[in-house]
């Protein structure tokens, strides 16, 4: 029924009408389209409606259609407006949802699919549309009410934009609707300053902090942007919370040593209009360590220590990285340590022209 090939404008438009009129005339005889289903013990949204239309999207194949479903779903999201029954509305109870908004549907079916920037993009441009005479969509509160007795879906940005929404409200029906927006807007600040918390706790601050030093020496002395590229990479990497690391990332961490020691050697031969020496039965990266060695006045085991790591980087080493993410968390932040030291080194020694302060 939903296949791309025998689909076409009109046939598509009747099909996301046909669901959104249903959903309509469900809410107005006081039948919820969604539920909230706990039965293996993990709350979650069951949201047939949703599902059907996430379902058509994934069937369309033409460019073409796919925009044309997502621009449907986008006008009657800024433009509907909620009818409401002002006689039942007077006799109003807490769980009395006889609305008919579209908007819970909408947002749902865009967080299933994956649009989340644009669902919030739309909160903004319909909130901001309606501002001056008020907006008032009882179906999508109540629906925001049961989304996050799941606590899914929800990140910084969303709970952000649906604080904006449920704040700018215009309640002139309830008291009670009051108090659904106010339960609401407090589950979306706990919701959002719990996910500051856990944000903070994959930051080590102090760690955090030699990172951006090392950056400022990065920029102030010229060195190629792709070291301050990978670092944020690598944390963006880790903070997802991802519990494998592979194998391309402790490469690109192994080739950040490498490189950092190749030009920190190279910029202080160019300061001291001299060549890297090199010994034929050194290897290239050997020749390298060896010179910034003796430029750096480094101890035994301080180049121990740095041969050791770049080496437990390299593939035959690196296994016992992949496993756990906490690994190479430690890897990283060895790895920050260790490029510091290297360049507080170079100043302290004044073997570069251009020195930054720290």
Do not use: C
Not at 12 to 39: A, C, G, H
Not at 63 to 73: G, P, R, S, T
Not at 145 to 161: C, K, N, Q, R, V
């Amino acid at each position: 029924m939903f296949e791309g090939g025998g689909m076409d404008k009109n046939v598509l438009q009747k099909q996301i009408y046909l669901i959104f009129d249903r959903e309509k005339i469900l809410l107005v005889n006081n039948t919820i389209p969604w539920l909230v289903d706990n039965s293996n013990g993990d709350k979650k949204i069951i949201y047939d409606h949703s599902n059907t239309l996430v379902n058509i999207y994934m069937e369309l194949q033409d460019a073409e259609l796919k925009k044309i479903f997502f621009d449907n779903l986008i006008f009657l999201f800024i433009n509907e407006e909620e009818k409401l029954d002002m006689e039942q509305i007077n006799q109003w109870e807490y769980d009395f949802k006889s609305f008919s908004s579209t908007g819970a549907l909408i947002f749902f079916t865009f967080l299933q699919l994956g649009f989340k920037d644009k669902i919030v993009e739309l909160i903004k441009t319909r909130t901001e549309h309606s501002k001056n005479k008020g907006w008032t969509n009882m179906t999508f509160v109540h629906f925001l009410h049961d989304l996050l007795s799941t606590g899914t879906y929800l990140d910084i940005e969303l709970i952000s934009s649906l604080l904006y929404f449920s704040k700018n409200q215009i309640n002139g029906f309830s008291s009670l609707y009051a108090d659904l927006i106010n339960s609401v807007q407090l589950d979306l600040v706990n919701f959002g300053y719990e996910e500051v918390k856990k944000g903070i706790l994959n930051v080590n601050i102090e760690i955090n902090r030699d990172k951006e030093k090392l950056v400022a020496i990065f920029s102030s002395n010229g060195f190629d942007q792709k070291y301050e590229k990978l670092l944020k990479e690598i944390d963006d990497y880790i903070n997802t919370n991802s519990t494998i690391v592979t194998s391309g990332m402790i490469g690109n961490m192994r080739s950040f040593m490498e490189d950092l020691a190749t030009d920190l050697a190279r910029k202080i031969a160019a300061n001291n209009n001299e060549q890297i020496p090199e010994d034929k039965n050194k290897s290239h990266m050997g020749n390298i360590r060896n010179y910034l060695k003796s430029k750096l006045e480094l101890s035994d085991n301080d180049n121990q220590l740095i041969n050791k790591y770049i080496d437990v980087l390299h593939s035959e080493g690196g296994h016992s990285f992949m496993a756990n993410v906490e690994y190479f968390r430690l890897a990283k932040n060895i790895g920050i340590e260790i490029g510091l030291f290297l360049l507080s080194k170079t100043n302290n020694l004044n073997l570069l022209n251009n020195q930054p302060d720290f």
